[in-house]
């Protein structure tokens, strides 16, 4: 497996992880493809196919929010509608803009 980025993201607890994921990975392959990398899952922990700082940091922010939805219990049907509108490009392209550039690299989970 190539090298990949571990997210500092930590989940309140498994249920919160499950709902974030969705079932089959639904929501991890919608944000797959706004974001054009692979995430994976290891347990609770994250990790993602680029080292590109800008869109880990983008990413990072997005399971951040998901997780403080998810907390309330509000469910994340949602997100794969968003993946169709046409508008997340662009948006995704002003925050990578403007995205600070944190420093973290891993290897390949064990």
């Known amino acids: 497996m190539a090298d990949l980025t571990k997210l500092n993201t930590r989940f309140h607890n498994v249920s919160n992880f499950q709902m974030i994921v969705g079932s089959n990975d639904k929501n991890i392959k919608v944000l797959n493809s706004i974001f054009n990398v692979n995430i994976f899952t290891n347990g609770e922990d994250i990790f993602i196919d680029t080292f590109d700082t800008k869109i880990l940091e983008l ?52």
Request: glycine letters at 0%; hydrophobic letters at 40%.
């Open 59 to 110: 990413i990072e922010k997005v399971f951040e929010a998901l997780i403080k939805i998810t907390s309330n219990n509000i469910a994340l049907d949602m997100i794969t509608n968003l993946a169709k509108k046409p508008d997340v490009k662009r948006i995704k392209d002003r925050q990578l803009s403007s995205a600070p550039a944190p420093s973290r690299r891993v290897s390949s989970p064990a």
